[in-house]
Nanobody
Framework: VQLQASGGGLVQAGGSLRLSCVAS?????????MAWYRQAPGKPRELVAR???????DYADSVKGRFAISRDNAKNTVYLQMSSLEPEDTAVYYC???????????????WGQGTQVTVSS
């Protein structure tokens, strides 16, 4: 199973971007919590937003009211809608799934490859 993130890019402050992350590679039966993390240069990776299989979400204080996480379980996809972007949001954004069950096996702690988000002032 692989997580493939997309949607990053360069945007001006105040703008918006939508990130997507799809799990693929085999027949997937279940994905539990999914999340977006980010890592800015010289800083540790931090949790941005997390969503349960049932759709309950929580956010880092720094993005509350500006970002929205959602998921489409039928498409094995998680999204991050980012609005009112600030230069401080510049980072590589990574998607994460804590548990994936497929036809053949189960696995834990899956990471996407990261997508760069750059916000200019």
């Amino acid at each position: 199973v692989q997580l493939q993130a997309s949607g990053g890019g360069l945007v001006q402050a105040g703008g918006s971007l939508r990130l997507s992350c799809v799990a693929s590679g085999t027949i997937i039966f279940e994905i539990r919590d999914m999340a977006w993390y980010r890592q800015a240069p010289g800083k540790p990776r931090e949790l941005v937003a997390r969503i349960t299989q049932g759709g309950s979400a929580d956010y880092a204080d720094s993005v509350k009211g500006r970002f929205a996480i959602s998921r489409d379980n039928a498409k094995n996809t998680v999204y991050l809608q980012m609005s009112s972007l600030e230069p401080e949001d510049t980072a590589v954004y990574y998607c994460h799934a804590d548990y994936i069950a497929t036809r053949m096996t189960v696995g834990y702690d899956f990471w996407g490859q990261g997508t760069q988000v750059t916000v200019s002032s």
